[in-house]
């Protein structure tokens, strides 16, 4: 009975973690999106972006494996 109810714990913990985990696996994919939207609409203009396309795509790397770890379990 024990070990049921500790399965059962278990597999919502990692239900959540999954869930969780595909939430900052979506933020980080949008940020690199933007990011490269960023360098492709920007790209002619003749200004400096660069530095808010490393960031966004720092930041969005950043999401995209956090989601993985929390999608695994670790």
């Known amino acids: 009975m024990t070990d049921s109810v500790s399965e ?7 239900q959540r973690l999954f869930q969780r985990g595909l939430k900052w696996l979506g933020a980080g994919i949008l940020l690199m999106a933007v990011s490269f939207g ?6 002619e203009s003749g200004g400096s972006f660069q530095t808010s396309m490393y960031v966004l795509t720092s930041i969005g790397a950043i999401c ?3 989601g993985l770890v929390d999608m695994l379990g670790f």
């Open 8 to 14: 059962a714990s278990s597999k919502e913990r990692l």
């Open 38 to 43: 960023v360098n492709f609409f920007l790209f």
């Open 64 to 66: 995209i494996l956090k």
